[in-house]
DNA sequence: GAATGATTGTTCCATATGGAGCGACTTTGC
DNA sequence: GCAAAGTCGCTCCATATGGAACAATCATTC
């Protein structure tokens, strides 16, 4: 008896199932990388963050990412105290620091983000070259669609 | 500038776009259950399980679950201090209890869930019949193909 | 140019949750 | 029949993380 065996009495069969996914593919790496590489979840947010956007703040990662400002804080020091990022001074405002990727930050990052892309091959290993795209085609339309309704019922005043 | 605008530039095209949706699907309805229910996560899962396998011990849970003894513990206790389940002796066995949904219980997990069912629908509303179908079919493949991959690498070490 | 209000980043605090260990009970093996 | 090992549920402990408040800085208004 496990938790696959519900799938289909469920009366939500895509949410669980995404949720059934996420967890047994997002979970055990991210276990992996605070055991091996000694790295928070908020700290794996800023590092990926910085990945596609070198030189924010931390305020705007906090923005993107819509995680707690006290969280982006606590990861950006963890990250600069690891040599993993620099910060140098907002010129235009002296409150903000804009943040930098050092060069054992990003093969950090790789490092981590190799395993995910392994991770995922295997996961998507059972569907054809053409069931993949339409896969991913239709989960891109469903997020793309995740504006118009995260503010609708029953989300409406359920976000933090 | 949010996550949705890094979609494009992340190596694992699947596996993101399945926890962001994840995330915006989930997470907002858990924290309302939360606040307005006063209901914690593993409280959640110990009552979707007893709902579709009435009269399980706390173990059985955890074991369905994979969640830790001690979690599903608190959730018990928690549960049957609000009336929501009851525990009866396992009369083949003095350490177990087997536990019960009351109606107090069904009723909430009922009202709980009325909330994902119509977050889903919202979630796939850009979707058309036939594509939800290819969508859960396609997902449905991938589930039951957790246990292939979940002991190889990346994997293998990195569970709890 | 001073004052009031917003914003950034941080620290303090509360708490949910996982890990380790511990009694109570059961099973196994002799 | 008994000792040793295993199992069940729980409590103690450590900690990751979200909320609230606060100092420093900027913007806005008069």
Same mark, same amino acid.
């Given at each position: @008896?496990?938790?696959?065996?519900?799938?289909?009495?469920?009366?939500?069969?895509?949410?669980?199932?995404?949720?059934?996914?996420?967890?047994?593919?997002?979970?055990?790496?991210?276990?992996? @990388?605070?055991?091996?590489?000694?790295? @928070?979840?908020?700290?794996?947010?800023?590092?990926?963050?910085?990945?596609?956007?070198?030189?924010?703040?931390?305020?705007? /990662?906090?923005?993107?990412?819509?995680?707690?400002?006290?969280?982006?804080?606590?990861?950006?020091?963890?990250?600069?105290?690891?040599?993993? /990022?620099?910060?140098s001074p907002d010129p235009d405002d002296a409150r903000r620091s804009l943040l930098h990727?050092?060069?054992?930050?990003?093969?950090?990052?790789?490092a981590i983000m190799a395993d995910y892309v392994v991770a995922e091959a295997e996961m998507?290993?059972?569907?054809?070259?053409?069931?993949?795209?339409?896969?991913?085609?239709?989960?891109?339309?469903?997020?793309?669609?995740?504006?118009?309704?995260?503010?609708?019922?029953?989300?409406?005043?359920?976000?933090?």
């Amino acid at each position: @008896m496990k938790l696959i065996d519900i799938l289909d009495a469920v009366p939500i069969p895509v949410g669980y199932r995404l949720a059934f996914l996420t967890n047994f593919y997002r979970e055990p790496l991210l276990r992996r @990388m605070e055991r091996e590489h000694g790295l @928070m979840r908020p700290e794996w947010t800023v590092l990926i963050c910085l990945t596609y956007r070198d030189g924010v703040a931390a305020r705007d /990662i906090s923005e993107i990412t819509e995680q707690p400002s006290n969280s982006v804080s606590r990861g950006v020091t963890a990250l600069e105290g690891k040599g993993l /990022i620099t910060r140098s001074p907002d010129p235009d405002d002296a409150r903000r620091s804009l943040l930098h990727l050092t060069d054992a930050g990003r093969a950090l990052h790789d490092a981590i983000m190799a395993d995910y892309v392994v991770a995922e091959a295997e996961m998507t290993a059972s569907l054809t070259a053409a069931e993949r795209a339409t896969l991913l085609s239709l989960l891109d339309r469903m997020c793309r669609d995740v504006p118009r309704w995260q503010s609708l019922p029953p989300y409406d005043g359920a976000r933090r």
